[in-house]
């Protein structure tokens, strides 16, 4: 298995645009983790998946940020409108239902301007 | 000017030497543990785990201990090279899988 994909690896936008980033799981995982790293907040968790339903919600920052699991091998992060403080490296970390080791993509260096 | 953002604990050490990172955890109730190691630019990666019904286990150059009665765990890095340098996070079995700050370990040659 190639491990969690995360794509894409950077990416650099305007202000008020919209941002997808998106995540492919190990497959046969059955829970799905977002989480935001900055060097003002450490690694945190925004939102997590179990079985494509989302469970716990309570990180995700603002309505400006969604995310969706439509099936089980793909998941996204959406924001829109994007602001500066949304720059960060974005994680997706995926691993079986009985919590056991997870797994982590390599991430998504977002860059506001 | 002084640097802002969140304190992490950090250890530094010679290279060669051992080093001890240790974490506290909440939940009386947890019974799986886990390590990760995050080197700069990239996501957590797993190390080790341990069961609650262990008091160690160790593998290549890492230990583990865990202790229930204070909910302490420790991670022990034998001959520590400068490859180990990254930051160290512990975690609870819980569903929800959130971290701690984390320890930054230095390794200075």
């Known amino acids: 298995d190639a491990g969690v994909i995360q794509s894409p690896r950077h990416e650099v936008t305007e202000m008020g645009q919209e941002v997808t980033l998106r995540c492919k799981p190990i497959s046969g995982h059955n829970s799905l983790f977002w989480y935001r790293q900055t060097m003002m907040r450490g690694l945190e968790l925004l939102i997590y998946?179990?079985?494509?339903?989302?469970?716990?919600d309570s990180g995700m920052p603002e309505d400006r940020f969604s995310a969706k699991m439509p099936n089980a091998s793909f998941s996204t992060l959406k924001i829109q409108p994007s602001e500066p403080r949304d720059s960060a490296v974005y994680f997706c970390?995926?691993?079986?239902?009985?919590?056991?080791?997870?797994?982590f993509g390599q991430g998504t260096r977002l860059t506001v301007v | 000017g002084e640097s802002v953002g969140l304190h992490l604990p950090t250890l530094s050490v010679q290279e060669g030497d051992n080093s001890i990172i240790n974490c506290a955890y909440s939940?009386?109730?947890?019974?799986?543990f886990i390590w990760y190691k995050q080197e700069s630019g990239k996501g957590p990666q797993f190390i080790i785990d341990i069961r609650s019904n262990m008091d160690k286990r160790q593998g290549q150059r890492v230990t583990v201990l865990l202790n229930k009665t204070v909910k302490h765990l420790s991670l022990q890095i034998a001959a520590t090279q400068p490859g180990d340098s990254a930051v160290y996070f512990c975690?609870?079995?819980?569903?929800?899988?959130?971290f701690g700050a984390g320890t930054r370990l230095t390794v200075k040659p």
């Open positions: 975690a609870e079995n819980t569903s929800d899988m959130r």
């Open positions: 939940n009386s109730a947890s019974d799986y």
């Open positions: 998946f179990n079985n494509n339903v989302p469970i716990d």
């Open positions: 970390a995926s691993r079986e239902l009985d919590p056991t080791s997870a797994f």
